[in-house]
């Protein structure tokens, strides 16, 4: 169930991924102490009661005296003696309670090589730190694939499309799309080939668009994910993030900086009868070319997963270009060569996923939705969608006059907005509004703090009520 609806029952449309088994991824003591019954002299040892007139001093070890032309060593408070001490400094060491006076305050002068030693130590210490902690940032990265703080900003895309707006030729697209095409095999239930599909390059920096369930058995158990380009070489992959919610993923691709990034349109400027082609490796069949017409747009549309967090409700491009399993994550393009959607549903007429394949009805992310839900990515890893804390009704009929609360949840936008149950929302801004999933891909074309206003019925009056959009990962 999402925020605002568990699903009643199953929506005629699936995913494009193959089921599991489918082929065609001391004492440590410090010296902060004095003893007014134990000292010892500045040349750090042990000095015994003034001798006779007459009688020499015995002289400390020439290694721990000052040389002439030097400054005693500064010295530190010497603690109380205590079993196994640790001195600073090679030996020989006075054994504890030798040289014992009283009425002299001990202390113990550090050797002048110390200092430098303890520096050398701090900087050994530095650089063996930094290099652990490298390692580790270096290993955590190679689990999943790095961030960019700008975003898309921080990428460099392709903002000019390859061919002019007034191309009438299929043949042209396909050899501007082509290169910019991937396959993509991961794992799936253990089987490290057991899932197959499809992405674009996005930018010069590597990273590959695809659908989420193309990848999310590989990312929830680190299986390996492998993108093939359309030279046939093989490359490594690392998920950046995925969202479940839009179905979209981002790859980051070990030497995939070479291959030509796709030119990202809008499919706001698409008709419906508009020629578009899709791109992808059906059933496994790499670098294959389809084509058709854009058949409807702002279709809901609602995909199914193993769990209600995994069900993704898309406001799609509907299009007759043969999609099969396999397209998922693929481009949809226009006859200028730019993305407009990312292929990731298809209709069937019922029966066994394994069995079901192209009918004519396929449905694409729209790129406006492709191209926010990336940034996310791109920037954090994850994505957030906007959600009102109510929940609906859906399975109801295709004519049912709008979307039926079912329940409010307490300290929520939709309660503040003072929508309650049996409300019955007819419209989000100027989008119609009738049924539940309708409800639900409308609110989620826009983002989370955004402002939006709704027309409700309520015992029969309509209002409009305007509410503020929480968000939610996703």
Wanted: overall charge negative; some cysteine; hydrophobic content about 35%.
């Amino acid at each position: 169930m999402s925020d605002e609806h568990e699903p009643d029952e199953q929506a005629p449309e699936e995913p494009t991924q193959p089921l599991a088994g489918w082929s065609p991824q001391p004492d440590g003591q410090a010296y902060g102490r004095t003893d007014a019954s134990h000292d010892r002299p500045d040349d750090g040892m042990l000095a015994p009661p003034p001798p006779p007139p007459h009688v020499e001093e015995p002289t400390a070890p020439q290694a721990q005296q000052p040389r002439p032309h030097e400054s005693a060593a500064p010295t530190v408070p010497f603690g109380h003696p205590a079993p196994g001490p640790a001195y600073f400094g090679p030996g020989p060491y006075p054994q504890p309670g030798y040289g014992q006076h009283a009425g002299a305050t001990r202390t113990r002068k550090l050797p002048l090589w110390v200092w430098p030693s303890v520096a050398c130590l701090a900087l050994v210490v530095g650089i063996v730190g930094g290099v652990a902690g490298s390692a580790l940032h270096d290993e955590l990265a190679s689990s999943q694939g790095a961030t960019v703080d700008n975003g898309l900003d921080g990428v460099r895309t392709r903002t000019a499309a390859p061919l002019t707006t007034d191309n009438g030729s299929v043949p042209a697209v396909a050899q501007a799309l082509l290169p910019s095409t991937v396959q993509i095999v991961a794992e799936f239930d253990g089987d490290a080939a057991g899932a197959t599909g499809s992405g674009f390059v996005l930018d010069r920096e590597g990273h590959v668009v695809t659908n989420s369930h193309v990848v999310a058995s590989a990312a929830e158990e680190d299986g390996p994910i492998v993108v093939i380009d359309h030279s046939g070489e093989r490359h490594e992959a690392t998920v950046v993030g995925r969202s479940a919610v839009y179905d979209l993923a981002v790859l980051d691709v070990d030497g995939a900086e070479s291959l030509e990034p796709a030119a990202l349109g809008a499919s706001q400027a698409l008709r419906v009868g508009d020629p578009v082609i899709a791109f992808g490796a059906p059933l496994g069949l790499s670098q294959t070319v389809t084509s058709g017409i854009v058949s409807a747009l702002n279709r809901p549309v609602t995909t199914s997963g193993e769990s209600n967090d995994d069900s993704s409700y898309i406001n799609a491009v509907q299009t007759d270009a043969a999609i099969n399993p396999g397209n998922s994550g693929g481009p949809l393009v226009n006859l200028a060569g730019e993305v407009v959607g990312v292929n990731s549903a298809i209709a069937t007429t019922g029966g066994a996923s394994t069995e079901s394949g192209n009918i004519g009805v396929g449905f694409a992310i729209p790129i406006e939705q492709v191209i926010t839900t990336v940034d996310q990515i791109l920037r954090t890893g994850k994505a957030e969608y906007p959600v009102i804390g109510a929940q609906v009704r859906t399975g109801g009929a295709p004519d049912a006059e709008g979307a039926t609360i079912t329940e409010v949840m307490p300290d929520t936008p939709a309660e503040q907005a003072g929508l309650r149950e049996d409300d019955v929302i007819t419209a989000v801004g100027d989008l119609p509004v009738n049924d539940g999933i309708a409800l639900i891909v409308a609110i989620r074309t826009h983002l989370p703090g955004e402002t939006v206003e709704m027309s409700v019925l309520r015992d029969g009056e309509e209002q409009v009520v305007e509410v503020e959009l929480d968000g939610k990962v996703g």
